[in-house]
T-cell receptor, first 113, second 113 residues
Framework: AQSVTQLDSHVSVSEGTPVLLRCNYS??????LFWYVQHPNKGLQLLLK??????LVKGINGFEAEFKKSETSFHLTKPSAHMSDAAEYFC???????????FGTGTRLLVSP | NAGVTQTPKFQVLKTGQSMTLQCAQD?????MYWYRQDPGMGLRLIYY???????DKGEVPNGYNVSRLNKREFSLRLESAAPSQTSVYFC????????????FGEGSRLTVL
């Protein structure tokens, strides 16, 4: 079975400071991993994905994530937060073929001026 | 390009009533999904359809039925609604096994009294 654990339910940062959202995964085989973002009252949108190519993955809006097999982690980072980054972020693990995607419980990012 | 369209966006039901959530995608995607989102629990898979004519149970299928009417449409039915089914429901689709990117509708907020 595969699963993801998002280590923080809420993260608060000031505008212009770095963002770190933490995700650990469990999978019995080489996983595909994703980060999705959900703005209030909206559906989810893909930020970035890892599918066994480069371990450092760049996504939209300046976000990055690094796949670390030794630590079973896939943390999401951004060098400088913007007010528009305030949203809920979901880490997702998938089986081969992407037929079953398992979502983490989400991390709400709060950005203050 | 509409993407994934869900109807209705809001619905209030009484316990024991039935209803169907409709979902349609215009991206010629093979696979479609129904998720429910509850606070602190992330998204949980109810049912999915890997291709036209097939459906499979996800993590929380009890109390729900689905129909993959054709390649475009995937409906979710609550036969006898219960308060525990109060949730936000998301339909999503995926092109196939080569990308892993889910495209989401904007959600349907269901309240069961």
């Amino acid at each position: 079975a595969q699963s993801v654990t998002q280590l923080d339910s809420h993260v608060s940062v000031s505008e212009g400071t770095p963002v770190l959202l933490r995700c650990n995964y469990s999978s019995s085989y080489s996983p595909s991993l994703f980060w999705y973002v959900q703005h209030p009252n909206k559906g989810l949108q893909l930020l970035l994905k890892y599918t066994s190519a480069a371990t450092l993955v760049k996504g939209i809006n300046g976000f990055e994530a690094e796949f670390k097999k030794s630590e079973t982690s896939f943390h999401l980072t951004k060098p400088s937060a913007h007010m528009s980054d305030a949203a809920e972020y979901f880490c997702v693990v998938s089986n081969t073929g992407f037929q079953k995607l398992v979502f983490g419980t989400g991390t709400r990012l709060l950005v203050s001026p | 390009n509409a993407g994934v369209t869900q109807t209705p966006k809001f619905q209030v039901l009484k316990t024991g009533q039935s209803m169907t959530l409709q979902c349609a995608q215009d991206m010629n995607h093979n696979s479609m999904y129904w998720y429910r989102q509850d606070p602190g629990m992330g998204l949980r898979l109810i049912y999915y359809s890997a291709s036209e004519g097939t459906t499979d149970k996800g993590e929380v299928p009890n109390g729900y039925n689905v129909s993959r009417l054709n390649k475009r449409e995937f409906s979710l039915r609550l036969e006898s609604a219960a308060p525990s089914q109060t949730s936000v429901y998301f339909c999503a689709s995926i092109r196939g096994s080569d990308t892993g990117e889910l495209f989401f509708g904007e959600g349907s907020r269901l309240t069961v009294l």
